[in-house]
């Protein structure tokens, strides 16, 4: 088992920036894909960043690409979302999530076994 805890939301100006920080607990970390996804009221889990096991491969979706960095401290247990330049759109409740490194995209949710709880992100115009 492994229990995610997501912290860091809050409200912001649009253009502004905040920094998420998922905390992991439980089996081995570093042997986990992690993953950013997004969901905004009456809209499905949209995948937003993934990071491999040692950090040194990241992806992001399109529209966060160039203002969102994923990275991960494996020795804090914590994975981390800088988000800059936010925007309305980038309103939702974040979840991170860790998944086995068996899938080559890291983009869907089922690829993920275990969720934090979500944390509110609300950018105003």
């Known amino acids: 088992q492994v229990q995610l805890v997501e912290s860091g939301g809050g409200l912001v100006q649009a253009g502004g920036s905040l920094r998420l920080s998922c905390a992991a607990s439980?089996?081995?970390?570093?042997?986990?894909?992690m993953g950013w996804f997004r969901q905004a009221p009456g809209k499905e889990r949209e995948f937003v960043a993934t990071?491999?096991?040692?950090?040194?491969?990241?992806d992001y979706a399109d529209s966060v690409k160039g203002r969102f960095t994923v990275s991960r401290d494996n020795a804090k247990n914590t994975v981390y979302l800088q988000m800059n330049s936010l925007k309305p759109e980038d309103t939702a409740v974040y979840y991170c999530?860790?998944?086995?490194?068996?899938?080559?995209?890291?983009?869907?949710?089922?690829?993920?076994?275990?969720w934090g709880q979500g944390t509110q992100v609300t950018v105003s115009s």
């Open positions: 439980g089996r081995t970390f570093s042997s986990f894909v």
């Open positions: 999530a860790a998944g086995p490194p068996i899938y080559t995209s890291g983009y869907y949710p089922r690829q993920y076994d275990y």
């Open positions: 990071i491999s096991r040692s950090g040194s491969s990241t």
